[in-house]
């Protein structure tokens, strides 16, 4: 603790060490005021994660603004008067007649008996021959059946010479080839089960449960041991062929989450990630998506899947992701600009609520207007080809965000705001990012963001809140090359169930005979293939 000086030691004490003591106090007190702010910052901030929406438009943050005064937020007196017409509620359009049956067209139908009336009926109400029939009243309902079982009985006819030169020699009947020998697991089942948990984000627990109600006992370490054998036996060679059609494409995406794998983890606390490797958001035509499971994150990682890529990687602001630009020249790293805004909106969801003009005053506000400028333009350019949106890029976003750096660099300068604020970190973000952010400006296939990549992360996420953590490095491995199918396959609109069971049908009869698959001859089983059966498409909806 520093020495405290008493009234008489002040007394004593020469001009120039008073001046010397001031400016200390001053220095300490400046340090107190940041670190108070900041704390207050990080308070209100939390408050807002664990209370407030999590979205970060300005729309939305501009509501939260008003939540404590929203008569003054709200006020201006430049808006005209609303008409009645504009107030009073109109007359509800007339539901368009068929949607019901636009909405079922694609489903099985079975017509049922009609309900009729009988003559005796009739004739007692009407009298003898009074009555006609007029056309009947058609109506529908939807039907659901719970999971049915079926036990299937295959039998194998077997023959034996009984005489000539195969005498005593067997033939036997050409049988199905088995997912797994010897057992009872079919497609179906295995495609069920697939489905509850990777895409309903179950847990094998609650499955077993739920099976043992209808009466059928297979224990989640049955299903586990499926899922893994299954996983890598059939779906390895499946996503490797998946992988080398991502590394064709000239922009890919990527993501990474951590997870806990019990097995493979150094101690309780430390932690293993699953990697997302994705198709270019603005790729539409076979979007891919592949999860890759890591014991960690160093940039070995992310080299070891680009090694042999050539293109634009977007990802966020990962030092990982610029060191593999360095060490793999063909490789262009670009940034995300919704992690660009991040902080900005932090500082804003962070800020004193009781001025609202005074937030939107604010250098941290600004930015956000100044992005969602050009942000807001380049999301009307989806539609656009390639070529378009780049001339659109340079013609009209260019010239924004060179001024919004300009801006930036500004406000840096004269230390607006405090260093150790959300704010400060905004802009010293964008100041050491500026090059990877400009990317998209240069190629019309790059995205603006990372977002695309962050949504596959989301389904691995709900469904490690389920199961909490995996217990061996194959379970995750089993599961990323589960999700990698089953991610691509919803982008690419099919119906995951009756994919799975599909592919895990016509898979085993893709192994050589040492049960080897040779990745090449998958081409007419990827998510994207015209050949797949129409059972495993979703119904077009007019």
């Known amino acids: 603790m520093d020495h405290k000086h008493t009234l008489t030691e002040l007394n004593n004490c020469s001009r120039e060490e008073l001046i010397t003591m001031v400016l200390s106090m001053q220095g300490q007190l400046d340090m107190l005021n940041q670190n108070i702010e900041k704390l207050i910052e990080q308070v209100r901030l939390a408050n807002s994660h664990r209370f407030g929406k999590h979205t970060e438009t300005l729309k939305s943050i501009d509501g939260q603004l008003s939540f404590f005064d929203e008569a003054e937020a709200t006020y201006d007196a430049s808006v005209p008067e609303p008409s009645a017409d504009e107030i009073l509620p109109t007359k509800r359009s007339q539901k368009k007649k068929g949607k019901r049956d636009l909405d079922l067209k694609d489903f099985p139908v079975e017509i049922l008996p009609p309900y009729h009336v009988s003559k005796e009926e009739l004739d007692a109400f009407y009298g003898d021959g009074n009555w006609r ?10 039907r659901y059946e719970p999971a049915s079982w079926t036990v299937e009985v295959h039998t194998v006819e077997v023959y034996v010479g009984t005489d000539g030169d195969h005498q005593d020699e067997f033939i036997r009947g050409e049988r199905p080839k088995d997912l797994l020998r010897n057992s009872i697991v079919t497609p179906s089942l295995l495609a069920a089960i697939l489905n509850v948990k990777y895409v309903n984000s179950s847990a094998l627990h609650r499955i077993e449960q739920e099976f043992e109600r209808n009466g059928v006992k297979i224990s989640r370490q049955t299903m586990s041991n499926w899922i893994i054998k299954c996983a890598d036996r059939y779906f390895a060679p499946f996503v490797e062929r998946m992988k080398s059609e991502l590394l064709s494409l000239h922009v890919t995406q990527s993501d990474e989450t951590p997870t806990q794998v019990i097995a493979d983890s150094d101690h309780p606390n430390s932690k293993c990630y699953m990697w997302v490797h994705r198709s270019g958001e603005l790729y539409k035509e076979r979007p ?18 680009y090694r042999d890529y050539k293109g634009i990687l977007v990802t966020d602001s990962l030092q990982q992701y610029h060191v593999l630009e360095r060490k793999l020249p063909e490789v262009t790293n670009a940034n995300c600009w919704a992690h660009a805004r991040r902080d900005f909106a932090d500082a804003v969801k962070a800020a004193d609520k ?24 380049d999301t009307e350019l989806k539609g656009l080809s390639s070529e378009e949106r780049l001339q659109k890029r340079q013609e009209v976003i260019r010239p924004m965000v060179e001024e919004f750096f300009a801006w930036v660099k500004q406000q840096a300068a004269e230390c607006a705001v405090p260093p150790k604020s959300k704010t400060a970190q905004g802009l010293n973000f964008l100041i050491n990012q500026e090059k990877y952010l400009k990317v998209f400006l240069e190629d019309g296939d790059v995205p603006i963001d990372n977002s695309a990549s962050e949504r596959p992360i989301r389904t691995f996420c709900i469904g490690k809140k389920n199961w909490m953590f995996h217990n061996t490095a194959n379970g995750a491995n089993a599961s990323a090359l589960v999700y ?55 119904p077009r909806r007019s």
């Not at 499971?293 to 940039?299: F, P």
């Not at 609202?356 to 400028?373: H, T």
């Open 288 to 305: 891919i998506v592949i999860y890759e499971y890591q014991k960690g994150r160093d940039h070995h990682k992310p080299l070891d899947f």
């Open 354 to 377: 009781k001025d609202p003009q005074a937030v939107k005053q604010s250098v941290a506000y600004q930015a956000l207007q100044k992005i969602a400028g050009f942000y807001n333009i």
């Open 133 to 142: 029939q007029i056309p009947s009243e058609i109506y529908k309902r939807l």
């Open 484 to 538: 990698s199918i089953s991610e691509t396959a919803k982008l690419n609109n099919l119906r995951l169930y009756y994919y799975f069971k599909y592919i895990l049908t016509e898979l085993p009869k893709r192994c050589d005979k040492q049960g080897n698959i040779d990745p090449a001859e998958l081409d007419d089983l990827m998510p994207w293939s015209s050949e797949l059966p129409d059972e495993c498409r979703k």
